[in-house]
């Protein structure tokens, strides 16, 4: 059974720090890896997907990293801004459905 | 290309009712799949359908079912509600380029 954990759970950073954020996973038989983004009450917004074969991809200030031998994926925003404050979920695709992880509910200071 | 979407957004049953929620997924998406997402529990997985069929089950009672169109629309169905069922129910349309959710439904059960 897939396991899929996020460190921290919780970050408060000020406006214009970089973000780190962790995401493991216990079977490495996967598709891909894809990060999320939800506001609180909506659904979730699609930020970056990671083909198993791939090692990075990048979008504007994100940039998301996969080893898929270890089992980690690392997200990066850079110069975080306060709408970045939100849930972020790493979600790993195999078998036909997504295991995820319970979030980094990030909260950026004006 | 319009996303996907979710009706109703929101519902009020009451304990052993049924409820039927629907999903539109994003055109030329085959794949469409369901979760459950609760403060406790986080996103779990119900069921994932391609070109109608059940490809994957979640862990769910046999009171949760779903189904899966010719156009690749989807429903699901719950019965005998119980208080516990009270969450947001989300629905994603897949394709090699990630999965794509919608607004989800926030059903609560009285």
Redesign the interface.
Known sequence: KQEVTQIPAALSVPEGENLVLNCSFTDSAIY?L?W?RQDP??????LL?IQSSQREQTSGRLNASLDKSSGRSTLYIAASQPGDSATY?C?V?G?????????TTVTVRA | KAGVTQTPRYLIKTRGQQVTLSCSPISGHRSVSWYQQTPGQGLQFLFEYFSETQRNKGNFPGRFSGRQFSNSRSEMNVSTLELGDSALYLCASSSSLGAFFGQGTRLTVV
């Open positions: 891909n894809q999320f009450g909506k659904g979730l917004t699609s997907l979920l979600a695709n078998d036909y459905k997504l295991s995820f992880g319970a979030g």
